[in-house]
C-alpha cells in the first residue's frame, strides 16, 4: 500500500494505462490509509469510502476498454472545506454553519472532475480559514504528520497533512494571506499560489480580494499537472483570467541557466527570523547558483503592508460575522471574533483605500521583475511549533500568528505566483519551505525553477504519522 501511495500522477496514470495497477487498488489504498493515520493528524472531515471506490470501479472498466475519460481517470483528490462539492456540507471549521449538502461543485471541483479524477473527501480547516494554524472550534486540533505534536499552520491545514502522508496525489487549497504556503512549509510538501484569477473560484471568499485556489502536492510536477487542469477557464468567476490553456509540464524541466535571482531573507522590514530557517533558506538559495543562475542578495523594496492586510481581511471577517446570529457568536473562534469586530469599525473609504494600495506594492514588484527573474524568501520566519498554540510559546513572535508570517501575504496584495519548495530539516527534524515568487503570469517560470530544485535537492516523504506525546 505505500508503495502505492508513493506514485505519482504521471506514474500512477501509466501503471493504469498499462495493466499494473487498478483505480479501484489505488483508491483503496488511499482510502485504507486514510482510516488508518487520520485519527493521529485530523486531516479530513468527510470521506466519501463508498462513492470513492464506486468511481474506481467505473474507472476501472474504463481503462481496462482503453477509454480513459481524461487524462486523471482514477488520481485521488480532496477538497478544502470551504471549497464547494456537490452532495457534501461545506462546514468551513465553524459550529455556526449547517450539515446541508452543497448544491454545485466549486469550478476547481468541476474541472478535476471532468478530467476524470476521484474525490476522496474533504480537508479540515481553521474557521472559515481566518488564521494560518490547523485548529478549529468544530474540527479541533489538526496535527503536523512530522511530529503530531506540532501545528500544520493554515489555513489549508488538513490538505497539507494529507498531502504529506500521500492521502491521495491532488489536493486544492485556498490562499488569502499564506493558506496553501504556510501548511505547506510546515508539512514538507509542495505549494503554489498561482496569480490572481489564474484559478477560478465560485461562490467567492469574503476574503476574494486577495484570495487564490491552488495546487497542494508531494512532487512539483503533480503541481504542474493540477494548476493546468483547474487553471481552465469558468464564467462563474468574473476576476479570472481568460488564457488559452496551458500545459505547464512543457518547460518543466529547462532548469533555471541564465536566470537572474533575488535572494531577501528579511525582505528589508521583516525583524524576527529563526536562525535555523534563515540558515537552511540561504544555502538553498545558493543551489540555485549551482544549477546556473545569477543570484544577489537583494531586497525587492516592499514596505511593511501588513495594515493594508488587515484591513482587507477584517472587513472579510466582518462580512461573515455579521451573518451570524449574534447568539451563536459564542461558538465562534474567540480570534476570529476579535477581527470582526475590528473589520467592523473599519470605514468603506478606508477600506477602498487599502484596496488601493495594492498598486504601490504590484508596481514595486514591477519594477523589480524588470531586473530580476525570481525572488527567493524564507517561506516562513519559523518552523512549526506546538499545536494549539497561535505562535509560538516562547514569545519570539508576539501574539499575532501573521508576525511568524510576514513572507507570504504581500504576494497575495501583489496578485503574484508564489510556492514554497522544501529546503531541509531542523535539528529537531522540522521541515523548512523556500519561497520562490514570480512576476504576474509567470506561474510556469515559478514552476519551472521550484523543479530545477526538486531535482537538485529530492525531499523525502512520509509514510505514517511521527506520534509524539
Known amino acids: 500500500m505505500k508503495d502505492i501511495l508513493s506514485l505519482d500522477v504521471m506514474a500512477l ?27 493521529a493528524v485530523n486531516a479530513f472531515c468527510v470521506v466519501d469510502r463508498d462513492a470513492a471506490l464506486q468511481a474506481a470501479a467505473a474507472s476501472e472498466k474504463r ?9 486523471l481517470d482514477g488520481v485521488a483528490f480532496t477538497v478544502k472545506d470551504n471549497v464547494v462539492w456537490t452532495g457534501h456540507p461545506t462546514r468551513r471549521g465553524s459550529k455556526t454553519t449547517n450539515d446541508a449538502p452543497s448544491l454545485d461543485n466549486a469550478p476547481s471541483v468541476d474541472r478535476l472532475l471532468e478530467a476524470g479524477a476521484i474525490p476522496v473527501g474533504k480537508t479540515t480547516l481553521p474557521e472559515f480559514g481566518w488564521k494560518g494554524l490547523g485548529d478549529s472550534p468544530l474540527y479541533g486540533l489538526i496535527r503536523n504528520p512530522w511530529d503530531t505534536r506540532m501545528t ?15 492521502l491521495g496525489r491532488l489536493h486544492i487549497g485556498t490562499d488569502g494571506a499564506g493558506s496553501i504556503r504556510i501548511p505547506a512549509s510546515f508539512c514538507g510538501i509542495y505549494g503554489i499560489k498561482p496569480s490572481f484569477g489564474r484559478v477560478p473560484a465560485h461562490p467567492p471568499s469574503p476574503f476574494a480580494i486577495v484570495s487564490h485556489v491552488g495546487p497542494m502536492t508531494r512532487s512539483v510536477s503533480d503541481a504542474a499537472i493540477m494548476l493546468g487542469t483547474i487553471a481552465a477557464p469558468d464564467p462563474r468567476d468574473m476576476t479570472a483570467l481568460v488564457p488559452p490553456p496551458q500545459d505547464y509540464l512543457a518547460g518543466l524541466e529547462l532548469g533555471v541557466r541564465g536566470l537572474r535571482i533575488a535572494w531577501s531573507p528579511r525582505l528589508g522590514y521583516v525583524e524576527t527570523l529563526d536562525p535555523e530557517v534563515e540558515e537552511l533558506t540561504a544555502k538553498a538559495a545558493r543551489v540555485f547558483e549551482e544549477l546556473g543562475a545569477t543570484v544577489e542578495e537583494l531586497d525587492p523594496g516592499l514596505v511593511d503592508a501588513i495594515e493594508t492586510l488587515e484591513t482587507l481581511w477584517y472587513v472579510g471577517a466582518w462580512s461573515v460575522l455579521r451573518g451570524i446570529p449574534e447568539a451563536r457568536w459564542k461558538d465562534v473562534d474567540p480570534g476570529f471574533v476579535a477581527v470582526a469586530e475590528s473589520g467592523r469599525r473599519i470605514l468603506g473609504a478606508d477600506f477602498v483605500a487599502a484596496a488601493n494600495a495594492r498598486g504601490a506594492l504590484y508596481l514595486a514588484m514591477e519594477r523589480f521583475h524588470e531586473q530580476y527573474d525570481l525572488l527567493l524568501t524564507p517561506t516562513l520566519a519559523t518552523a512549526s511549533f506546538e499545536v494549539g498554540n497561535n505562535t509560538p510559546p516562547d514569545g519570539r513572535f508576539g501574539q499575532n500568528w501573521i508576525d511568524w508570517a510576514p513572507y507570504s501575504f504581500p ?15 531542523t535539528q529537531s527534524g522540522l521541515p523548512v519551505g523556500l519561497q520562490i515568487v514570480g512576476a504576474i503570469q509567470r506561474d510556469g517560470q515559478v514552476l519551472r525553477a521550484s523543479r530545477a530544485f526538486e ?10 504519522p511521527r506520534i509524539r506525546h
Open 13 to 39: 496514470v501509466s501503471a493504469y494505462r498499462e495493466r499494473k495497477l487498478s483505480p479501484r487498488e489505488a483508491i483503496g489504498a488511499v482510502l485504507d490509509a486514510i482510516d488508518r493515520v487520520n485519527p
Open 63 to 71: 481503462w481496462g476498454a482503453g477509454n480513459p475519460s481524461g487524462p
Open 152 to 166: 500544520t499552520g493554515g489555513s489549508s491545514a488538513g490538505a497539507g497533512a494529507a498531502a504529506a502522508l500521500g
Open 411 to 425: 504576494f497575495n496584495l501583489t496578485l503574484q505566483p508564489a510556492a514554497t519548495v522544501p529546503c531541509g530539516f
Open 455 to 464: 531535482t537538485a535537492r529530492p525531499w523525502p516523504v512520509l509514510d505514517d
